[in-house]
């Protein structure tokens, strides 16, 4: 039988309820991307792989988490979920309740959600409420009426979302036959580094395949988890990752720790820059996806990562760049405009 998505393939090792029906868009299987002319440029004599999460479904990994956590609540009566989001987890949301048949409620916080991730909730039939406030105000709001309401919460402070977002985890180990030396990944509600450290774990007790390092990035702007604190007022270009109280936050620090890795900050400017460097090898991100590769530069840089000849990088894009067109096109002039004539093009291709 062809593919049929992340809980066919690793139901089994998901610690999930027997009610749980399942509802999916075929999600997970991404790629794993060889970029031998990054890593020259980076300096390092290392293997560096992209694992690209903007080929699920809805273009982001929300989908792995999302299919088990519709799944469970379908399968266990519920007519409606809720989230709050700064885009992908509601765009994800609205994608399986509609495949569901289920009600979706997103909550975001007004005016910092990327077009792409807009316009997939509404185009899925979510109802989208813009929130006078930050991410971390929406999600606060969502977990109290998740207690008041029937309302299943789909945020990933739901567990069955971090069993199937642990299903990447299981991937890379499949197709590189272990677990990598490092693997770098942004970090926002700090659900994914949580995930994949709960994933790795589990395939290093049943299968042996060792044990990654972690690097988690922040964005400078929105670096609780650097800083110590949370952050009132979260800023960054990447609105992905402008939150500054994550649920997942202890959970976060645990898995850097317990795998001797570390949880760092970058500026925008160097999460720009490695969007455009990675685009540059034929891989658009979104710009909070490309964070992780730009903690990766910036240790290397500052020569504070001790990677030895041969070892493995893995460095996980979150989102698809067509996520937030807006980025890349507000920052430039429109292309120019020619007449419909091939001579015109000519002589425009040769310089004149
Ligand atoms: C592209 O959609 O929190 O640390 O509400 O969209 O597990 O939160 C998105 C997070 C990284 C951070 N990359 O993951 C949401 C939301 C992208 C993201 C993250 C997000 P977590």
Known sequence: MSYQGVLDRYGPLLDIPAHTKPVTLLEGNTPLIAMPGLADELGGDFELYVKFEGMNP??????????????????????????????????????????????????????????????????????????????????????????????????????YRLEGQKTAAFEICDVLGQAPDWLCLPVGNAGNITAYWMGFRQYEQTRSTGLPHILGVQAAGSAPLVLGRPVDHPETVATAIRIGRPARGEQALQAAEESHGRIIAVSDEQILAMQKRLAAHGVWVEPASAAGLAGLAHELQQGTFKITPGQRIVAVCTGHGLKDPDIITRSMAAPRVLPAKVDVLEAVLAGK
Request: glycine share 12%.
């Open 58 to 159: 809805t273009g982001s990994f929300k989908d792995r988490g999302m299919t088990v956590a519709i799944s469970e609540a379908y399968g266990g009566g519920s007519q409606a979920v809720i989230c709050a989001s700064t885009g992908n987890t509601a765009a994800s949301a609205a994608a399986y309740a509609a495949r569901a048949g289920l009600r979706a409620i997103v909550l975001i916080p007004q005016g910092k959600v990327a077009a792409g991730k807009l316009a997939g909730a509404i185009a899925y039939g979510a109802e989208v409420i813009q929130i006078d406030g930050s991410f971390d105000d929406a999600l606060s709001m969502v977990v109290e009426i998740s207690q008041r309401q029937p309302i299943a919460l789909v945020n990933s402070l739901n567990p």
